[in-house]
């Protein structure tokens, strides 16, 4: 249960930001493959949902911070990255990025007393899981957001989640990741 209380950052903590910067430093330098040519920030949802729409929040905000010469940026708010087009945009990481390490970024409904909290860690996720679409798993690491509890009517869920929220969370994770990639830099990964 420990490892688990870990990997949750929640909004409402003073401390959420350098606690997000410290797990997603710990975790990207668990999960990094020197043989990787780039860096994905591959934020996945849609600007349709108040609550599916972190992703493309977070996407958004990074793409106007400091530039990286091997980091890049797939699913903003002009150009998002959700069901009808992951199968594309996969494609198109693998086609103009050789091996690149990718860093999923997706919203997710959950229990309702985690609503609020931020989770890293390293591995795939399934996005469109918890409204029951059948996609491929992405990443090398992960960032999802619980914007929501999870119920029976999911999309309605996602319909009626407050914006405030999901603009504190990706805040929250841009800035980090944002933090995170500068310490990174002066460390040479």
Known sequence: MQAIENRIIDVKDPNALSMF??????TFKEAYK??????????IGTDRSTGD?????????LSSMDKWKNIFIYGTLDNPVHAKNVHSTLDTIKANHGHPFIIAVDA????????GCIIVDKGPIAP??????????VGDMYVIGIVNAGG?????ILQNTR??????????????????FSRLAETSI
Do not use: W
């Not at 910067?21 to 710990?26: A, G, Q």
């Not at 997710?108 to 609503?115: A, M, P, Q, S």
């Not at 469109?128 to 798993?137: D, E, F, I, M, R």
């Open 128 to 137: 469109g899981a918890g409204v029951n679409k059948k996609l491929p798993k």
């Open 152 to 156: 029976l009517a999911e999309y309605l």
């Open 53 to 61: 729409c972190l992703g493309p929040l977070v996407g958004y905000k």
């Open 34 to 43: 020197m043989e990787c040519t780039n860096i994905i920030v591959l934020c």
């Open 21 to 26: 910067v410290e797990r997603f430093m710990s």
């Open 108 to 115: 997710c409904l959950g229990d309702h007393e985690r609503v």
């Open 163 to 180: 914006l405030s929220l999901v603009m504190k969370m990706a805040d929250i994770i841009s800035q980090g990741i944002c933090l995170s």
